[in-house]
């Protein structure tokens, strides 16, 4: 690891969630130098951390390493499903979550180069949400067939407005995300 970490512009944590906030109070923490950390992890599909509650694991791992700019991503795709992405008929939605816009840029030119349509789901906080979101999609994944490989797909509707007739609108999008007419949520704005 200390040999790849100084070459490495975005590092993505997918272990389980103790071993994450481990490393990224241990030896992670100090080398961030305002790099992007992914936390992909699911702290409720481990044994419960009674340290934590109330806070999400994107939170406390944020927490843990303060020199590294930390999004929330992918912990909502199965793992054996990012191999498969190619030949998915629709594009998996990745919801997004960090309180840094570079950081969510950098998730969102990984994610797009993988084939997803990743969002910006908002702050840290909603580190929270998307962990619930992964556990939700897991029930439903293993009361139907095709356990595994239940993900998520936003499809966002181009809604009428009065504004200007046509759906559009100028007002700027939260967070530097640009907008067209049709939304495309998966291009941050430089």
Known sequence: MEGLLPWASVVI??????????????????????RTLVDVTNPTMTPLDPGGVGRSAGERIAEAAPGWRVAKAFNTVPAALIAQIPGVRRPISLPVASDHASAVGDVFALAGALGFAPIDAGGIAT?????????????????????????????????????????????????????????????PVK
Do not use: W
């Open 13 to 34: 944590l997918a272990v389980p969630f103790p071993i994450a906030l481990a490393m990224a109070g241990g030896p992670l923490g100090g080398h961030g130098d305002g």
């Open 127 to 187: 580190s929270r949400h998307l962990e619930s979101l992964a556990v939700l999609l897991r029930q439903i994944s293993v009361r139907h067939p095709g356990a595994g490989r239940v993900t998520i797909h936003v499809d966002f509707q181009k809604p009428p407005s009065p504004i200007d007739g046509d759906g559009s609108s100028s007002q700027p999008s939260p967070r530097g995300v640009a907008r067209s007419s049709t939304p495309d949520l998966r291009a």
